[in-house]
């Protein structure tokens, strides 16, 4: 096999249980289970050119040359289980707003995942793309399956990857981005989730609560009970935030306008507007509705915050191999 090209895209997700915390750094094995919803709005493609001739490997995002150590250990990795002594260049187009600083490590790695092991000539199952998007980005590993998704944690490089649970969501759910303008964050998810795993003195209560969070929501899934669906997601993202504050040192990645907008959000509820939010390791705020509700909320968010970015997304698919 002198070339092969494979292109690949995936959507990124949202955990609704977070993944907050690793057992090995290495690998990346977490702590507790999470579950996800893969979105529609924000995808990454990439294409992965295998050629013999190539010296090394090389990476560009948007068009712009990278020189990305995460990146290359990766496609180590899978030269590594392909057993080819080839070279890649990766070229990947993110499909998330840049401006909408939401995390992209979960589309990336697992665009790269699929694209890179097929140009290596591995042909993998989406089990094993998911563990091994895994070594990539913790949430990457979820990003191989639409809809709704769990990422069981497990406590070996075997044991640990992402099921579907509802690839079809046959339920009008959205979930909008508020975005929040700020600097770029000070503190990654990576060194965020091990300060809290090292110094607070909450975290065995909080691997309990989330694990015994899954089959909780899952219920409420099937049931397609909203209300309780959005209490089970706020809480879960409000306890990962709160152990943020009882770290050594503490951290929060909530902003003035981050909190505004949550309010925001319970006093629509208040009216009678059913909305949920839940955030990641950024000020961003996600809100969860129903389809239904979707304009009014956005309306009501827009007149408050006329300055915000507003985007919604719909349930998306899993991974796709392109042309
Ligand atoms: O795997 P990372 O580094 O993208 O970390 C993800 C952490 C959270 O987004 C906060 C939670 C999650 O499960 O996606």
């Known amino acids: 096999m002198r070339l092969k090209i494979v292109k ?7 955990a609704l249980i977070k993944y907050w915390g690793k057992k090995n750094t290495d690998i990346i094995i977490p702590m507790n289970n999470s579950f996800s919803l893969t979105l529609d709005h924000f995808y990454t493609d990439t294409k992965v050119t295998y ?9 560009s995002l948007n068009g712009e040359e990278i020189e990305s150590q995460n990146v290359f250990n990766f496609l180590d990795y899978v030269r590594q289980l392909s057993g080819k002594n080839g070279f890649v260049k990766v070229e990947s187009i993110n499909h998330v707003p840049t401006t909408a600083g939401l995390a992209s490590s979960a589309s990336a790695y697992a665009a790269l995942a699929a694209a890179s092991s097929k140009a290596f000539g591995l ?25 709704f998704t769990e990422w069981i944690g497990g406590d070996n490089d075997l044991n640990s990857y992402a099921k579907p649970f509802q690839e079809n969501v046959e339920w009008d759910i959205r979930m909008i981005a508020a975005v929040v303008n700020s600097k770029p964050k000070k503190i990654t998810s990576r060194s ?7 110094t607070s003195p909450f975290y065995g ?30 809480e879960n993202a409000m306890k990962m935030h709160a152990l943020n504050l009882t770290a050594h040192p503490h951290f929060s990645y ?39 509700n979707s304009e009014v909320i956005q309306k009501a968010l827009k007149l408050k915050f006329p300055e915000i970015e507003l985007l919604e997304s719909k349930p998306g698919k899993g991974i796709q191999f392109l042309d």
């Open 123 to 147: 042909d993998l199952s989406r089990k094993d793309l998911s563990r091994l998007a895994r070594r990539g980005s913790g949430s990457a590993t979820r990003s191989i399956y639409g809809g």
């Open 192 to 198: 965020g989730m091990q300060t809290v795993v090292n």
């Open 254 to 292: 909530f902003e003035p306008q981050s909190i505004e907008i949550m309010q925001a959000i319970e006093q629509l509820r208040q009216d009678g507007i059913e909305a949920y939010y839940t955030m990641d390791a950024g000020p961003n705020v996600k809100i969860i509705c129903e389809g239904k």
């Open 205 to 234: 209560e909080w691997v309990k609560n989330a694990n015994n969070s899954i089959p909780l929501i899952k219920k409420a899934i099937l049931d397609k009970n909203f209300t309780t669906f959005g209490e089970i997601s706020e």
């Open 8 to 14: 690949a895209r995936a959507h990124t997700n949202i």
């Open 51 to 59: 050629d013999e001739n190539l010296k090394k490997d090389s990476f």
